[in-house]
């Protein structure tokens, strides 16, 4: 029932809404894995980058393929028209490690080549960082297999 809400939330692009479900949800079943990844992409949109990051290492780590194989259509993404927002704001020289790491996230339900681009634009920023590395670990391998 809760999940339900959630999506509902996510739909309507109410983030905040969507992400405190999903919470919730999360809390009775960590495994929820359509709970994961709206999470993540509502977590983006409300400020909380740290979290979103963290969670999204911790799916893409057990399941890359469960986000690179998102059909944006199908399942609701918004993720082009939310980094087109972003982007644009590269444009005006806001090319700050959060910003970048943001984008390649939301690029890796839509494009892993350029989810890539983006984390290595954010290494390039924080080299010793930990969850970039692993990130670019894991997706630099999958793009060998897919290749």
Not at 31 to 47: D, E, H, P, R, Y
């Amino acid at each position: 029932m809760h999940e339900m809400l959630g999506n509902q939330y996510f739909m309507t692009r109410n983030y905040l809404g969507a992400a405190e479900v999903f919470a919730n949800v999360l809390k009775e079943d960590p495994n929820n894995l359509n709970a994961k990844k709206k999470m993540i992409v509502s977590l983006t949109q409300i400020g909380k980058y740290e979290k979103a990051a963290q969670l999204f290492t911790e799916l893409i780590s057990d399941n890359p393929d469960l986000i690179i194989n998102t059909d944006p259509v199908k399942d609701d993404c918004p993720c082009y028209e939310l980094v087109d927002r972003l982007e644009e704001m590269t444009k005006l020289n806001d090319e700050s490690f959060t910003t970048l790491q943001t984008l390649g996230i939301l690029w890796l339900y839509c494009d892993i080549n350029k989810s890539i681009n983006y984390f290595r634009k954010a290494k390039g920023l924080k080299p010793s960082d930990k969850n970039i590395n692993t990130v670019l670990n894991i997706l630099e391998k999958k793009l060998q297999e897919i290749h």
